[in-house]
């Protein structure tokens, strides 16, 4: 898989496939674990209760629903039967789980993301180690296969409430190289409580407000892209992992908008977005009701106009009126456009954190 690289990400470089040395993955072993095997899609629902359990103990304020283990493991950069892994105790039931994806190449470098974990009542044992020294090893091999002439690494991404989990990611060299916020902003006032006012902003001139709608994600997935492009770690979306952000049964269309241009054209290019889901089963271990802010941005060429203050006033604007407590997103802390200010500058305030770890493979 190739894509556009600057002159000074590629100058110079060897290609991965020449300089990366494959290693075969290790075969899986430890005493507590039955069996060790790929996942199938068939394991969806014993992968969730699994992946619960370990979301109530490292992040116990939101739990991940089925639809988000089922991406994980459809994802565009996941080979199911060669990048997965599945470890079982004598009753099948799912002790451990784990899978690579190999994002697309963005400016900089080559990105497999390892994902999954170990269920807490088998914790400490050494099962971890094993399941993400295979990871390392997989995911090392697949970089192995890229043509691309960029740097490559290996990413964890970890709430800061598991410690466990950063101590095993340290011990296996992935050091700290990025760290996220959590955000909240109050929208309902609750018993006691008031809720601060939502500011009201306008879009400027020559540009319109609109709600999504499911006919403009090829527009939106292309202005996301775009909007992206210049921030750290992120890659494009393909058409198929845009469908599985907008098509799930959590995304809410009626709290998402886009801003448009407004020239007459049909259809008139999209400069900027919102989009939100909301998942109930978090609302019990919040204590509030909530909307999630999944992605929110303006393409480069429309940055600057207040886009961005617009779409969150409009977003606010619509969770309040559905009868949401809570907007809740996340935050790249040392993000290039300032969304960080611009959240507060709204009335977010941060709530948690957590931290992405890299092994580099090719720096």
Known sequence: MTTDVTPAASAGRARLCDVVVAVEPPTPTHPDVASWRPATLGDVAAITATQKAMDAADHPDWTTPSEDV??????????????????????????????????PANAERVQGVLVGGVHPRVRGRGIGRVLLGWQLARGTARLALSEERLAAWLRVDTDERNPGGLALARRLG????????????????????????????????????????????????????????????????????????????????????????????????????????????????QGFTSAYLAIVGVTRDGRGRGLAPALLSAVLTAVRDAGLERVVLDVDTENPTGALGLYEGVGFVSASRSVTLALDIVA
């Open 70 to 103: 089922e991406d994980e493991l459809t994802h565009p950069g996941v080979e199911l039967a060669a990048d997965s892994l599945v470890a079982l105790d004598d009753a099948g039931d799912v002790l451990a789980w784990g899978v690579v994806q190999i994002l």
């Open 174 to 285: 992935l050091r700290p190289v990025r760290w996220f916020t959590s955000m909240e902003r109050i929208v309902t006032s609750g018993p006691g409580g008031r809720a601060p006012a939502i500011p009201v902003r306008l879009v400027p001139d020559g540009t319109r407000l609109v709600p999504y709608t499911a006919d403009r994600a090829e527009d939106t997935r292309l202005a996301r892209n775009d909007a992206f492009r210049d921030h750290w770690g992120s890659a494009d979306f393909s058409p198929q992992r845009w469908a599985q952000l907008v098509g799930t049964d959590l995304f809410r269309a009626d709290l998402s908008f886009l801003v448009v241009e407004d020239a007459g054209t049909d259809p008139s290019r999209v400069l900027g977005f919102a989009l939100c889901n909301a998942n109930e089963d978090d609302w019990e271990l």
